[in-house]
C-alpha cells in the first residue's frame, strides 16, 4: 500500500464511521457513545490525519512525519483521546468544582498546542495569534484598560471550562462540524460524482447559446450552481474552472478578466440557496433559525449578487464585441433539462426534509442519501454510478476538505469559551462599539474591515463561525437582527476570497488563465463589487431579505435589481455604447443610491440613471470590432 493510498483508507474508514454515528444506528446495538465522546474521537482522527498530511510549512504530503510531528501526534492523541474514553469520569472527577488539577492541565495544554499547531498548518497563524491573544487576555484582563478590565480567571478554572466544559474545545462548533458538516459535505462529494456538475455545466451552455458573452455566463451560472454543493470557492474554481476560464479567454475575454469571472461566480455559490456550501446549516444551530428561513432570507441578496456579475459580463462583451456563442456548438436546453431529471429526485428529497420534516441537516442527509445512491443508476453513464469504490472515494474525498474545517471549528471552541467564561463576549463588542461611538455605519466599516482580514486563508464555513463568535454581536447590541449580523460577517468573510492579497480563488484561477494575481484580484473586487454592497443594505433594512411591509420590500428588491445593472455599467464603461467619465460616475452613483434601503436615495438615483439614460442615448454609436464567433472547447 502506498502512502497516499494509506490516507484514502483512513479518510474512507473516518468518513464511514461519521456515517455510521450520524445514522444513529449504534444505539439499536446497545453500543452508547455520548456526544462528546463522539467529538473526541473525531479530533484524534483529525489532527492524526493533518499532521500526516500537512508539513510544518503547511505543504501537503502523503503519509509522512517528521521526527518533531511525533511528539504533536502523541500530544493530539492523549489530550483528545482522553475525553474520546474518559470523559464520563473526567466529569465525575473534576464537575463538581469546575476546576483542573495539575495533570488536567498538562492534558488541556498538550491538545490546545497540538490543535492550534494543526490549524497553523491548514489556514496560516491569523487564527492561532487571535486565540492565544484572547486566552492570555482572559486569564490577565485585570491588567487591561477600559471596557476591557475584569477579573482575570484563574487557570485551573479556565483551562477546565475549555477542555471539559460544555463550551471550548468539544463545544458546538466541533458538534456542527462532526454531525452536519462532515454529512453534508459527503452528500456533496456523492453527487458531484453522480455528475450533477456535468448536468450544472450543460444546463448553462444550453442557456447561454446566442448570448453575447456566453463563455463567461456559462461561468457564471455552472460555478453558481456547482459552488453552492462544493462547499469551497477555491475547490468549485479548480473544477468547473478548467473548463470555463480557457473558453472565456479563447472567446476574447482577457485571461484577468477570464479568471475573476470564475473567482467571483464560485465564490458566490457560497451564499446561493438552498445548500449554500453548507454555511447555512451551521447558521441555523447557531442563531436558532430553522433552515427554510435562513434559506429564504438568502434569496434575493445571492440573486442580486449574480445579477452584478451577469452584468457585467454581458457589458464587457458588447464593449469588445464579442460574438455569441453559436446554438449549433452548445447542447439543446430540453433533452439536457431532462437527461438528468433525476438529480431533481435526491435534492427535493432533501429539501423536502429540511423544509417540510424540518428534521435537522445531518438527519435530512442521512435519510436523503439512499435516493441519491439509488438515482444515480439512472444515469446513462456508468462513470456516474454510486458503486462502493466510487462511494468509497467520495468519502474519503470529503474527509480531507473537512479535516481543516473540523480542526478550526475545535480551536475556535477555545476563542468562544474563553470569551464567555471571561465576560470578554459582552465587553469586546462593547470595545468596538466604544470605538466607534455607537455609530451603526462605522461599526458596520469595522466589522467588515475585521471580517475580511479574519477570512483570509480559511475557508467560509471556519471563518463564520470564528466571525459569529467575536464580531456578530456587536452588530446585534446595535440592534440588528440575528440574521441580518450573521449574515453580514458570512458576507465580508466570503469577500476575503477575491480580495487581494490572499484572495485563494483567485490564485486558483490564475493557475488557469496565466494573469497576474493583482490585476484578476482587482478585476474580481469589480465584478463582485456586491458583495461588499449588499450587507450594508440588508444591515440597516431587512426589506431585500423579505422582512417587513410587502410594499416595501417590493419597491427595495426592484430598485436594487436596477441599480445593480447599473453599477455594472458603471463598472465596466459600457452599457448600448461606450460611457465617458462623467456617465460612467453617474451611473455608479445612481446605482448605489437605487440599491440603497432608502426611498429619497433611490429616488435621486433613479432621477440619475434616467438622466444618464437620456444623455447616453443621444451619442452616436461607435462601430466596434467584432471577435470571431465563440466556440465550446475542451478543458485539454
Known sequence: MTRNQLIVALAGLTGIYQMVVASRVLPRLDLFLSTVQHRGISLVIVLLLIYLTRSARGEKRDAKLAWYDIPLVLAALVGAGFVAAFYEQALDKYGGFALLDTTGIILAALLGIALLEAVRRTTGWVLPLL????????????????????????????????????????????????????????????????????????????????????????????????GMISGSPSANVATTGALTIPLMVRSGYRPAVAGAVEAVASTGGMIMPPVMGSVVFVMSEWIEMSYGEIAILAIVPALLYYAVALASVHFEALSKGLKPLPRADAPPFLPTLLGGWFYVIPLGVLIY???????????????????????????????????????????????????????????????????????????????????????????????????????????????????????????????????????????????????????????????????????????????????????????????????GPPDRIVITVVTAFLGAVTVAAGIRGYAMRPLNAVQRLMAMTGGVLLIAPDITMSAVGLAMVALGIVWHLRQPAPVLPEAEPSKVVSAD
Open 131 to 226: 486565540i492565544v491573544t484572547i486566552v492570555v487576555m482572559t486569564l490577565y484582563q485585570n491588567y487591561l484598560p477600559g471596557l476591557l478590565n475584569g477579573r482575570g480567571i484563574p487557570l485551573d478554572r479556565l483551562a477546565y471550562g475549555l477542555y471539559i466544559g460544555p463550551t471550548g474545545i468539544f463545544g458546538l462548533p466541533l458538534g456542527v462540524a462532526t454531525s452536519i458538516i462532515i454529512v453534508m459535505l459527503i452528500y456533496a462529494r456523492l453527487l458531484q460524482h453522480a455528475g450533477i456538475g456535468e448536468w450544472f455545466m450543460g444546463i448553462a451552455l444550453a442557456l447561454t447559446a446566442g448570448s453575447r458573452g456566453g463563455p463567461a455566463k456559462v461561468s457564471v451560472l455552472s460555478s453558481g450552481l456547482f
Open 353 to 547: 426534509f429540511l423544509m417540510v420534516q424540518r428534521l435537522s441537516p445531518d438527519v435530512a442527509g442521512m435519510l436523503s442519501l439512499p435516493f441519491l445512491i439509488g438515482s444515480s443508476f439512472l444515469s446513462r453513464k456508468r462513470e456516474n454510478w454510486l458503486l462502493p469504490k466510487p462511494v468509497f472515494l467520495s468519502l474519503a474525498d470529503a474527509v480531507r476538505t473537512w479535516l481543516p474545517i473540523a480542526a478550526i471549528t475545535a480551536a475556535v471552541g477555545i476563542l468562544v469559551g474563553a470569551l464567555q467564561y471571561s465576560g470578554l463576549a459582552i465587553r469586546v463588542p462593547g470595545f468596538l462599539l466604544e470605538v466607534s461611538g455607537g455609530n451603526l455605519a462605522l461599526t458596520l466599516v469595522f466589522v467588515g474591515i475585521a471580517s475580511l482580514v479574519i477570512g483570509m486563508g480559511m475557508e467560509l464555513i471556519p471563518s463564520y463561525v470564528t466571525l459569529a463568535a467575536i464580531a456578530a454581536p456587536a452588530l446585534i447590541t446595535l440592534g440588528l437582527p440575528d440574521y441580518a449580523a450573521h449574515f453580514y460577517v458570512v458576507y465580508w468573510g466570503l469577500s476575503s476570497f477575491i480580495t487581494p492579497p490572499v484572495c485563494i480563488a483567485v490564485f486558483v484561477a490564475c493557475g488557469f488563465s496565466g494573469a497576474r494575481v493583482w490585476e484578476t484580484g482587482w478585476e474580481a473586487m469589480k465584478l463582485g463589487i456586491a458583495v461588499y454592497l449588499v450587507p450594508f443594505v440588508f444591515a440597516f433594512d431587512q426589506s431585500l431579505m423579505l422582512q
